[in-house]
């Protein structure tokens, strides 16, 4: 599962690709809440924030290399997150959100 779940950055990429939305993984942000998920991104160059909602606490997540740790998803905080995404972006590019 763990060699899988390395390549889903590279899926995801192609798959928007077909779809006429280019980028790189270095203009992508992954969320997920695993070390396994920051692994993921991080072996692609992608920027990453992790999130303490699964069986990892904040304190493993903090021993990653996540860019941003969250302990919860909520609104507030998913709102502060959004506004520093620039931060990650220091060429201008666009920030496309997923549902």
Do not use: W
């Amino acid at each position: 599962m763990q060699a899988e779940r390395g390549r889903l950055l590279p899926i995801a990429i192609e798959k928007f690709s077909r779809k006429g939305h280019e980028f790189s993984p270095e203009e992508c942000v992954v969320i997920g809440d695993t070390p396994r998920d920051v692994r993921c991104a991080k072996i692609h160059g992608a920027h990453c924030i992790a999130v303490a909602t699964g069986p990892y606490s904040r304190d493993d997540l903090l021993d990653t290399d996540a860019d941003i740790v969250l302990d919860s998803p909520s609104k507030d905080i998913s709102c502060n997150v959004i506004t520093h995404l620039d931060s990650f972006f220091e060429d201008g590019s666009r920030v496309i959100f997923l549902k």
